[in-house]
């Protein structure tokens, strides 16, 4: 049964909340609403569920890319900043700083996009490396915003949903891999074996169940959930370490510089690349909300705004141990789901994501899941990524031009990261960024389309 409050209701049954009975349409629609906090809150909250296993899953995995082991303090102070520079970044939206931000209700959050490009990155050319490449490519981000709107025709939807296709599929295998056990149980009887399967199988089911049958919250945080009742199942299972989260801290302030910096001029130049790419997927999201929130097209300012803000926050996250942020779509639906536009709402979600980052014993709750519990989630989660660059690419008119661009990138892209030896002659960071599949197929798509005329023979 509902329950009323009131000038608005929340379902319990669905913890789904009504935001047409409290007040008129027109207002819903306007960035600068604040609406009561009894139902401000709860709405802020829900856009933390919607994006929160997300926001942390990249720094699990370019930690244990790195070296660093769960639980280990390095993991759980990149999970503390990925959250705190997710709402100081959400703040650069909402609130904004000069020209910086959309003053749209926009969540920031780290980026999938980018780890094509840093895992490899991470491996070889060392954690020092990735944060000073980051840094300067965050920097390249925020100028972008200064002409994105004349560069945006470079990227039409075959070369975004060709990119984001790629990324899907060449993250695809990790997420195996975690489902499984993890990489440093490759090559052992414990890898493959049925505990870790449980695990994965449990929160796997557990999100498609809630995400199919599920409305409202149970819905939108239905990773989140699935998670949670893996965590729960491997616990009662014994393969929870808890020691790590006895002696984690109760507060911990951002170190400057935490991993280091180090120039490399080729991992610049592909974390540029993937910056523009965010920098396109950041308009469509803009043009998203105002069109699903407010029924309107998005001003030049304000997705100039947008941009700078995913450049900004981006280097001043990397400068004190966060990883790449850009807008989230998934957020950019959720508005469309409740029609509430307003920003406050989600700077109130920021705030709560700031406090938590700023907890290392939440940081460490997280880092001591079992590698197969996040596996079951990533596989649902990447697998989204294939399922975004095939609808991306559904707008696409498949004529003979299209569908040779769309054959050569993937074809070498996914080819180089299958056969990486192929490659074994080039200098060691500009291969493992070409193995990498997302660059070559990102170049590979962007020229073509450039070059090649609408009409082939």
Not at 238 to 259: D, K, Q, R, Y
Not at 266 to 278: D, H, K, P
Not at 326 to 341: A, C, E, K, P
Request: charged residues 10%.
């Amino acid at each position: 049964m509902c329950r009323y409050f009131v000038s608005f209701r929340i379902c319990s049954r669905f913890f789904k909340v009504d935001t047409m009975s409290f007040t008129k349409k027109e207002q819903l629609k306007d960035p600068n609403y604040l609406p009561p906090l009894h139902l401000a809150i709860p709405l802020g909250i829900q856009h933390v569920l919607a994006m929160f296993i997300s926001n942390i899953t990249p720094a699990i995995i370019i930690s244990l890319a790195a070296g660093f082991t769960f639980g280990s303090p390095e993991m759980v102070y990149m999970i503390q900043m990925v959250m705190t520079f997710a709402g100081i970044a959400t703040l650069l939206q909402t609130v904004g700083l000069g020209p910086v931000g959309a003053r749209l209700p926009i969540v920031q959050g780290t980026s999938f996009a980018f780890l094509p490009i840093m895992i490899p990155l991470v491996k070889i050319a060392g954690i020092s490396a990735l944060y000073g490449s980051i840094m300067l490519s965050g920097i390249f981000h925020f100028f972008l915003g200064t002409v994105i709107g004349r560069i945006r025709n470079f990227l039409p939807p075959l070369v975004t949903g060709i990119v984001v296709l790629t990324i899907g599929l060449s993250l695809i295998p990790i997420g195996i891999q975690y489902a499984a056990g993890g990489v440093p149980l490759m090559g052992t009887e414990e890898f493959g074996s049925m505990q870790h399967w449980g695990l994965s199988l449990t929160v796997l089911f557990v999100t498609l169940i809630l995400k199919f049958f599920g409305r409202g919250m149970l819905s939108t945080a239905s990773v989140l959930i699935g998670l949670i009742v893996g965590y729960l199942v491997a616990i009662s299972m014994g393969m929870v370490n808890f020691s790590h989260i006895e002696n984690a801290a109760w507060f911990a302030m951002p170190t400057p510089l935490h991993f280091g910096f180090e120039l490399s001029l080729s991992s610049v130049f592909a974390m540029s690349l993937m910056a523009f790419v965010s920098a396109i997927e950041t308009v469509g999201d803009v043009s998203g909300i105002t069109q699903g929130g407010a029924g309107r097209e998005a001003t030049e300012k304000e997705i100039a705004g947008a941009t700078m803000a995913d450049g900004l926050g981006t280097t001043l996250g990397a400068f004190f141990g966060a990883l790449p942020n850009t807008s989230f779509s998934q957020n950019v639906g959720l508005v469309s789901m409740t029609g509430v536009m307003s920003r406050h709402v989600v700077t109130i979600g920021a705030l709560f994501l700031i406090m938590a980052g700023l907890v290392p014993k939440v940081g460490a709750v997280i880092s001591a899941m079992p590698i197969a519990v996040l596996g079951g989630s990533v596989i649902v989660m990447f697998g989204m990524v294939i399922s975004a660059g095939i609808n991306m690419l559904s707008d696409v008119v498949w004529n003979k031009r299209n569908m040779l661009i769309l054959a050569l990138a993937l074809s070498i892209g996914l080819g180089f990261q299958a056969v990486p030896e192929a490659l074994q002659h080039l200098p060691g960071t500009t291969k493992i960024l070409l193995t990498s599949g997302i660059l070559p197929a990102a170049l590979i798509a962007i020229i073509l389309n450039m070059i090649l005329p609408e009409e082939l023979g």
